[in-house]
């Protein structure tokens, strides 16, 4: 056949010959042709192979490459989008300035190639995948395009030749069809196959997919054709069913057809939630949802397609609903390739690869299109498919991607809302998801309850599976167009209304009264995540197009229909007066879309508010179960739900949380503060009172009894019934305040709470969810306002080390006219927050000296209420109110019980309110009213005003027979008949007062039982009669009498009348007198001076003089009542102690109040105790303290040390026997060998052209000076020449604190026994100082006897140098003794052992043989050299600063001396070999000794001459007389200058050489010109010239080093320079030895001062001055330039080297980091691992050296130690400082420890973003910085980063 010889021949002719064929006019053999080939290589049995993808690549190219094909294709791309997809985790940007759509994103390159400098942008890593949207002007401006799709590409590119994508046409829909076939025959049905795996054949199909996405990414040519094969409806019609005669495709096209069957989608039948009579009129069918029509059948009875039935035979509830397609859910009919490739990539549920694919053909606008309706007509079989999937996260993920590429953009949004009904569609798929998991609701009549909620302990709920479909719906619902179309469609509206009922009161919670309940469910957070997702989200959605005047309609029909809904709802609950008891549910949508559209209404488009409002009966039932959700928050913070377990908490703190109190507790307290502005007040206050269960605590009686509350919760209700009361009558949210109010309000009540940092402030301002809504964080609005409330407090850094963010707090104006504590308690969600704000509050009135004592709560002016408001003012002045507020006050004043400080502060709170709010209506000044109005005798009208100074005389209360008032009264009548009434003209009873006729019972008329339930009563009759319902269906009688009856059979109830003869202004009086304590504490002087604004901040007595003041200024009247009371000057009120449970409250809380002090006592003590030993312990500053451990106390000691020993307490000198040591730390470092001769740090690369060169480190300079010499000379000389341990060399620190050796022991023993978890390994050694904490790791023992070299060993001595020298001489040649052996040596041995093992067995084993002696002598005086240099560097590198600089800490070099030095006597230098015969004599020269094979000795020349100082001390005898010390300084300065001569002369030109060697030889012969460095350095050059080769070859290198010429300024310059490393040490070293003090000086000082207290001789003009010779110094000089003239076989230029070591250092540096932290992202975040070519997962820097690491890579492991542990060996000695690329973090590794150091990098705003979750722009913050280095340095990241713990080698 001709399609197999077709298939034998070579691909790339055979496309060419296709080709050719195809381009005739007359194809059709062409066309047969490649059909068989085709049929062929694609035949759907074969799988999908390489070898078809091979095949289609070269048909494609029709000839030509593939490759070359694809860069042919690209250059007719056309496109002017980016649209660049990406999968989850990808890191892009959102600019919020450009962004038109909230989701707008952008991919990096396009980002960083647009300007967006200034605006509000942030990165972030895609959670779910996106795309890019540059190009895009739907989504964004085009002022944020990037400089490449800012061009309108499309006109200029030339148009596609016919030819060049001939062949694509013509094989790709064979392609695509065959992918399809695959897909059809791959899938199962989850029923048959158990082990149906969708994933293998996904995998199979993977390189066909792969190569679609290629093409996709060829640019807009080829995806033009793409979108004409995708949406071609004749090819799909030609290929799907297959052609007749194929068997195989026959079955396959049946595959297809089962699978849209058994998805439910093909018959047409009605079924399922879009079931329902179609002819129903519009709306019938909604409203029947939640009416009776909401038929409940077994779901058992018909067959469910969905699957849902896995619930069991629980009743489901059937839904009739209409809407307007009956079709929506069931019908698919696919016409197109791309509607069958869509439907597979449902079955398949969103394989990563599909997605890419079709998002990546987004950018064609035909495409585009097409695809959105393909999807919207998809979009309730997804949504059905996401219900069942397991993998629903995944799928919601990769659904999101799609459909928010689709639905931001308003046009397409529009088109589809159009021609697709895609709002109809989503409502009804919302209703039929959440259908699948409805339960009746229990809420009021468990039994008869006919509505249904939602079952918030489904998955569909608990696992948020809706939010795909929700999160559309909010985005489509942003596009004004599409929220008109679905505020105009009233069927809608209704549909959305009956979704929403199915939120109203689910998760509905049952108050546990008899024992805890067993388990605690913890669906309330789906519950809230679902209210506000589903219900608030699209709410503010809606309520955003509602904002002006012209669509005012649209509100009046929200808020109708929520009015009907809410309606249907009470019925279908059954609810007609009372709440059920026990019951609470947090969850009212219904009323919360009723508020949030009357407010906005009102507040934005001018709506008359009565025009909305329903009657008197609906609105008091509307008010019932918001005041019922106020009334139980005080029931949970009154622990009257513990037994409710921990989960009743975090509901009500979730309620009042800042992403949920706009949505939630807002909309509620509005809503009540309507109700309570149109209904009547009494009846209101009552009902609060009653919800609240403190009625019977209203009374005047001090014993009552309580039905409902336990005594202990009756304080805390009733506290939370008048905060509650105070919130609702002074909130103004939704009353009158303006946006920017509002914000100021909110930011201001936060910031006092606590100061905040910025990101936590944005968090913590409630926002409308939706972000279009204005008071966008970020905006401007936001900005401007906290600058205007809050100071700005830059980040610090405490001595601790502890580091601060930068934080904004409240400034002072605004603690004296804004802290409003009303708000800061709406706002709060822990109660300790409000305490907080009021300690600020007082810490800042304290500090402004405005008050000193404890403050209470200031009160704060209101914003005037929105005229619709007015009503409510008229809660403030009613009598109900105003009884309460009397009794309250009378109470208080009679100390019963449960009164408190705070009632009486929120009484006070509401008279002044009520002052400061005068009803208008009400003209009554001081006529006392008619008779005709007193309905009771307590007041007259309702004016505050004027009831304030009513008197009021007798009242009558109903107590308990055994209380006082019954005792009282009898006695009294024993007494005399009748009380004298009292009569003052302000009395109620001045018009009875007639008819008293002495008849004692007349009065019980005056003096009524006031009953808030009785009154409450009586008004909701009134209101019901008043409306002209039948009051029989609505009045279900309840007797109120039974309700109230306590069980048990308490004491019977008797009526007393009690006399009280007080107004509340008398009693205010009285109250102030009370709380002064003093008597007469009000003169009458008072009144007059008086000024409200005085008493703006203060205590209660402030606040009741300002109550007072304010009373007296608006009236008259009261002024002259409140002069007459000031004026009776009352007798002093006994503490009526009226019942033993009073006297034994009183009791309590004075025993309370002492306890207090008592504390308060304790405290101050422990304080101060703690201040004095931080005094003494911590006194790291200065070591000027008289510690014992201070080495800068010169004191001359000549008695023995005495130490403290901090475990036992006792003092006593360190014995052979007990010996003492200090607390040290060991730790290995690297610091000095990672220092660099310049001062600027290396920078960090952030490009691929810079690199950090490692070989100009310290540390690498000595390997190789090591290395070198041993290469030429004798190794047991080499290491004695230089010193090791600049990396990986050991530091000891103490806190200077001393133990016993064997309490130490017990200590650690304890420790080891601990279980406790520490955050150190004691098995490793280590513990905590006992006394400071501070971390340490081993005990340094200190050696017996005096604690300096005092006394005798001080003595200058007249001796001449060359006796001293001999004498030093004569110490050496003494033998190392070893000692005796004692619990001391031990310890030496013991610590020694800990040194060797603190470092790793590289930084020891220098030598040829390791483990020699040799070996072991370098290891041990290195150590010594590595301390010392350290502390120099801790000093800044030189010594100027003196003795008492910070950076001396604790030192125990001293100790460490000792100790060392008693190891090191073990080791005798050979007396042929010792250095020092060598500098002091002329010895004969040697040469004969070394046969041929050995070699020579490291010249003198070349070795380091600090090293050989710390030998020379180290081996002689201890204690070294000072003499002696200055004897070796004296030699060792001599080859010190000697070498710097020579290193200079190096550095010369051959002609400056000849010059000065001729001068120094004229010099030569005049007196003293051994310390002249003239005649030095000529004999110097002059004998170095014999040595072939030391001056000669490196001629040109030192031209360009001597560029500049050498005056005598610049050389004597050099030579200090060379010599004051040496000096420095020497000087240190002395200091430690024998306590000199060191003096501090200028820097250019330096040399003459330390030359002085070495003690060498000489002026500051001269170094070569200091000289001091012991024989001839030309003798000497010759005799060490000889030995360099003897090497005559070594190369010169390495000699050359060896004698040029500059001994100068910079100090140690990190890395210079750039300023902005992107650059270090951008550039490391994507980069590729060294080791093993990956992009590591957890990219990481090491700010030493700049290393890129793996951090927890398990690709880079080895030895089973990951990558960051050991690069902290190898670069730090097990030290190590990573930068966390994609985290900004620093962490720090020491040995086997880490931890978390902070990030360096902080945004504008000084904070740290952790894992970059904000992704605002980071700069580098200096201080921090220098901080991180400095404890680098210092190696004090042990003792300043607290949370350490073990990496287990993990990292």
């Not at 009679?894 to 309110?913: A, G, P, R, T």
């Not at 009065?1003 to 009669?1025: C, M, P, Y």
Request: glycine share 6%; net charge negative; with cysteine.
């Amino acid at each position: 056949m001709m399609a197999a010889s077709l298939l034998r021949r070579d691909k790339r002719s055979t496309a060419a010959h296709l080709k050719a064929d195809l381009k005739r006019t007359d194809n059709s053999s062409g066309l047969r042709q490649l059909r068989e080939l085709l049929d062929n290589v694609l035949h759907p049995e074969r799988g999908s192979e390489p070898e078809a993808l091979e095949w289609c690549k070269s048909l494609l190219a029709g000839g030509d490459g593939f490759d070359e094909f694809c860069r042919t294709v690209r250059s007719y791309d056309n496109a002017t989008l980016c649209g660049l997809v990406w999968t989850a985790n990808f890191v892009a940007y959102r600019c919020r300035t450009c962004g038109i759509s909230p989701c707008m994103s952008l991919c990096a390159e396009c980002f960083n190639n647009g300007d967006h400098t200034g605006h509000d942008f942030n990165m972030f890593r895609s959670q779910a995948g996106g795309a890019c949207d540059c190009g895009d002007g739907n989504v964004m401006r085009e002022s944020g395009f990037c400089s490449r799709h800012r061009l309108q590409t499309g006109e200029n590119v030339p148009s596609v030749p016919l030819d060049l994508l001939l062949m694509s046409e013509m094989v790709l829909p064979r392609f695509i069809i065959s992918i399809i076939q695959y897909l059809r025959d791959g899938y199962t049905e989850p029923e048959s196959a158990a082990d149906r795996d969708l994933q293998k054949v996904l995998q199979q199909l993977d390189l066909h997919i792969s190569f679609l996405e290629e093409l996709t990414k060829m640019g807009g040519a080829m995806r033009t054709v793409l979108t004409k094969i995708l949406t071609n409806q004749q090819i799909f019609k030609e290929l799907s069913m297959g052609q007749e005669e194929s068997v195989y495709a026959k079955s396959n096209y049946e595959k297809y057809l089962s699978a849209l069957k058994s998805s439910g989608l093909v018959s047409v039948e009605e079924k399922g939630a879009g079931a329902g009579a179609s002819d129903t009129p519009a709306g019938a069918g909604a409203l029947g949802l939640l009416g009776a029509a909401a038929s409940l059948e077994d779901s058992s009875k018909e067959e469910d397609q969905d699957g849902l039935q896995g619930v069991g035979q629980r009743k489901r509830v059937k839904l009739s609903s209409s809407s307007k397609d009956p079709s929506i859910m069931d019908t698919l009919k696919h016409k197109c390739f791309l509607e069958e490739l869509l439907f597979w990539t449902i079955k398949y549920e969103f394989p990563q690869k599909m997605v890419t694919f079709l998002l990546n053909m987004l950018p064609d606008q035909d495409y585009k299109i097409t695809f959105t309706k393909t999807f919207v007509q998809h979009y309730a079989f997804i949504m059905k498919t996401l219900m069942k999937s397991h993998e629903s996260d995944t799928m919601s993920n990769r659904i999101v991607h799609i459909s928010v590429q689709l639905f931001s953009n308003e046009e397409l949004a529009r088109h589809v809302t159009e021609e697709c009904q895609l709002l109809d569609i989503m409502v009804t798929v919302l209703l039929y998801m959440m259908e699948s998991c409805l339960i009746k609701s229990q809420l009021q009549d468990e039994e008869n309850n006919r509505h249904v909620v939602v079952n918030c302990g489904e998955a569909l709920l608990k696992n948020n599976t809706y939010w795909p479909l929700v999160s559309d719906f909010i985005n489509i619902l942003s596009h004004q167009s599409v929220a008109k179309r679905f505020l105009e469609d009233h069927s809608l509206l209704l549909l959305w209304m009956s979704f929403v009922s199915f939120f109203q009161g689910m998760n509905l919670n049952k108050r546990e009264l008899s024992e805890h309940v067993e388990f605690e469910s913890q669906t309330y957070y789906a519950a809230f995540a679902a209210e506000l997702e589903a219900c608030a989200q699209p709410m503010w959605g809606l309520l955003t197009h509602c904002k002006v005047k012209e669509t005012h309609e649209y509100t009046r029909t929200v808020v109708r229909y929520c009015l009907e809904t809410l309606q249907m709802w009470f019925d279908a609950i059954g609810f007609v007066d009372e709440p059920a008891l026990h019951q609470l549910t947090f969850h009212l949508p219904l009323h919360r879309y009723y508020a949030m559209f009357l407010s906005k209404g009102v507040k934005c488009q001018g709506l008359d508010l009565d025009s909305l409002l329903p009657d008197q009966e609906m609105l008091m039932k509307i008010m019932v179960h918001p005041l019922q959700i106020q009334a139980s928050l005080s029931e949970i913070h009154s622990n009257m739900w513990v037994r409710n377990g921990l989960q009743i908490k975090g509901q009500a703190m979730t309620y009042v949380q800042s992403h949920f109190c706009n949505s939630m507790i807002d909309p509620d307290i509005y809503l009540l503060q309507v109700c309570a502005s149109r209904l009547d007040p009494d009846y209101f206050i009552s009902s609060v009172f009653e919800r609240f269960k403190v009625v019977d605590l209203l009374t005047m009686a001090s014993q009552h009894q309580n039905a409902v509350l336990d005594s202990e919760q009756e304080r805390p209700m009733l506290e939370g019934a008048l905060t509650f009361l105070v919130i609702l009558s002074s909130l103004r949210v939704h009353l009158g305040m303006s946006d920017d109010e509002i914000l100021r309000a909110e930011i201001v009540s936060q910031l006092c709470m606590n100061d905040r940092t910025h990101s936590s402030l944005l968090d913590l301002i409630p926002e409308n969810p939706n972000p279009k809504s204005g008071v966008v964080p970020g905006s401007c609005s936001f900005e401007e306002m906290l600058a205007a409330v809050a100071d700005f407090k830059a980040p610090v850094f405490e001595p601790g080390g502890s580091m601060q963010q930068g934080m904004y707090t409240p400034k002072a104006e605004v603690w004296e006219k804004e802290f409003d504590p009303i708000m800061v308690i709406l706002r709060t969600v822990y109660r300790r927050d409000v305490q907080s704000a009021m300690d600020r509050y007082g810490a800042f009135l304290k500090q402004s000296g405005v008050h000193t004592g404890n403050p209470w709560p200031p009160y704060k002016e209101r914003t005037p209420l929105h005229p619709c408001y007015k009503g409510l003012v008229r809660l403030l002045h009613c009598k109900t109110l105003h009884i309460v507020i009397f009794t309250l006050l009378y109470k208080i004043w009679m100390d019963h019980q449960n009164m408190s400080e705070h009632v009486l502060c929120m009484v006070l709170y509401l008279i002044e309110l009520g002052l400061d709010n005068p009803v208008q209506d009400n003209q009554v000044e001081e006529e006392p009213c008619i008779e005709e109005h007193c309905h009771d005798s307590w007041f007259p009208g309702t004016s505050l005003l004027s009831n304030l100074h009513h008197v009021i005389n007798f009242v009558r209360v109903r107590v308990p027979e055994t209380a006082p008032e019954v005792e009282r009264k009898r006695a009294r009548e024993r007494e005399r008949e009748t009380p004298a009434s009292t009569s003052s003209e302000s009395s109620s009873f001045g018009q009875s007062s007639r008819r008293l006729t002495g008849n004692w019972r007349e009065n019980l008329r005056e003096a009524q039982v006031f009953s808030l339930v009785a009154e409450r009563r009586r008004k909701f009759q009134e209101i019901i009669n008043r409306s002209n319902h039948e009051a029989s269906q609505a009045v279900r009688p309840k007797s109120s009498s039974s309700r109230w009856l306590p069980p048990g059979s308490p004491p019977q109830l008797v009526t007393e009348i009690l006399e009280i003869g007080e107004s509340m202004l008398s009693l205010l009086v009285k109250l102030h007198q009370k709380l002064s304590g003093k008597q007469n504490s009000l003169s009458l002087s008072w009144l007059a001076e008086v000024d409200p604004a005085h008493h703006a901040h203060g205590d209660g007595l402030t606040a009741i003089e300002r109550v007072l003041a304010k009373a007296a200024a608006r009236s008259r009247h009261s002024k002259r009542c409140l002069q007459e009371i000031c004026g009776q000057v009352c007798p002093p009120i006994p503490l009526k102690k009226n019942s033993p449970g009073d006297k034994k409250s009183m009791d309590k809380e004075e025993r309370r109040q002492r306890a207090r002090e008592r504390q308060q006592k304790l405290l101050a003590e422990f304080a101060s105790r703690q201040k004095s030993f931080m005094e003494t312990a911590m006194d790291v500053e200065s070591p000027e303290t008289d510690s014992v451990m201070d080495m800068g106390s010169a004191e001359a000691l000549d008695s023995e040390v005495l130490y403290d020993c901090v475990i036992c307490g006792q003092s006593g000198p360190s014995t052979e026997d007990r010996p003492t040591g200090l607390v040290v730390l060991l730790q290995a470092s690297s610091v000095l060998g990672h220092r660099c001769r310049s001062d600027t740090p290396k920078r960090l690369p952030t490009t691929d052209e810079e690199h950090i060169s490692p070989e100009d480190t310290c540390g690498a300079t000595h390997d190789v000076r090591l290395s070198l010499m041993q290469r030429y000379f004798k190794d047991s000389s080499c290491l004695q020449s230089v010193s090791i341990g600049w990396v990986g060399g050991v530091y000891v620190q103490t806190c200077g604190h001393t133990l016993h050796i064997d309490c130490h022991k017990s200590y650690m023993e304890s420790l080891r026994n601990d279980q406790v978890l520490q955050g150190f390994s004691v098995d490793k050694g280590e513990f905590t100082c006992p006394l400071c904490r501070q971390f340490a790791n081993s005990v340094l023992p200190c050696r017996p006897g005096r604690g300096m070299e005092t006394g005798a060993w001080h003595t200058p001595s007249n001796k001449s140098m060359s006796t001293l020298v001999k004498e030093v001489e004569d110490l050496q040649e003494q033998l190392g003794i070893f000692p005796a052996e004692s619990n001391l040596s031990k310890e030496m041995e013991s610590v020694i052992k800990d040194i060797k093992n603190t470092t790793q067995k590289k930084y020891m084993d220098y030598g040829k043989n390791p483990g020699s002696p040799d070996n072991d002598f370098l290891f041990m005086y290195s150590v010594a050299r590595t301390n010392l240099e350290l502390e120099l560097v801790h000093r800044g590198g030189n010594l100027c600063s003196g003795g008492a600089s910070a950076a001396a800490k604790r030192s125990c070099l001293n100790q460490l001396f000792h100790v060392l030095a008693m190891h090191m006597r073990l080791y005798s230098i050979d007396s042929a070999y010792n250095p020092w015969t060598r500098l002091t004599q002329s010895t004969q020269s040697r040469d004969n000794e070394y046969c041929g094979d050995e070699r020579p000795e490291v010249p003198m020349l070349f070795r380091d001459v600090p090293s050989l100082l710390i030998i020379f001390i180290l081996t002689m005898p201890q204690p070294l007389r000072k003499e002696h010390f200055t004897c070796v300084v004296k030699v060792l300065y001599s080859l010190q200058y000697t070498q710097a001569l020579a290193a200079l002369s190096v550095r010369f030109s051959p002609e400056e050489r000849l010059v000065w060697s001729n001068t120094g030889a004229a010099k030569k012969n005049t007196p003293n010109s051994d310390k002249s460095w003239e005649s030095l350095l000529g004999h110097v050059i002059s004998e170095l010239t014999k040595a072939k080769d030391v001056y000669g070859t490196n001629s040109e290198e030192t031209l360009v080093l001597s560029s500049s010429v050498w005056s005598p300024q610049s050389i004597e310059f050099s030579l200090q320079q060379f010599c004051l490393p040496f000096l420095r040490l020497s000087c240190l070293l002395q200091h430690h030895l024998y306590g000199d003090s060191l003096p501090g000086c200028l820097v250019e000082e330096e040399f003459s001062l330390l030359a002085g207290c070495l003690g060498l001789a000489g002026s500051a003009q001269s170094s070569a001055a200091c000289l001091e010779w012991n024989i001839s110094a030309f003798d000497l000089i010759s005799q060490w330039c000889s030995e360099v003239i003897a090497l005559s076989d070594t190369p010169s230029q390495q000699s050359v080297s060896l004698l040029g070591q500059d001994p100068q250092w910079a100090a140690p540096r990190l890395l210079h980091l750039p300023d902005n932290y992107n650059t270090i992202f951008q550039f490391y975040h994507r980069k590729s691992c060294t080791s093993c070519g990956k992009t590591p997962k957890d990219p990481a820097l090491c700010l030493v050296c700049g290393a890129f690491v793996c951090l927890k890579g398990h690709c880079c492991k080895q030895q089973g130690v990951c990558e960051c542990v050991l690069h902290s060996q190898h670069c730090g000695a097990a030290t190590g400082i990573f930068l966390l690329i994609n985290a900004s973090v620093i962490i720090i590794i020491r040995g086997h420890r880490f931890c978390l150091w902070g990030s360096v990098y902080l945004d504008a705003h000084g904070e740290e973003d952790r894992d970059l979750r904000r992704g605002k722009p980071l700069y580098l913050c200096e201080e921090r910085y220098r901080v991180l280095e400095q404890q680098w340095v210092s190696h004090t990241f042990d003792h300043i980063n607290k949370r350490w713990g073990p990496h287990y080698n993990g990292l």
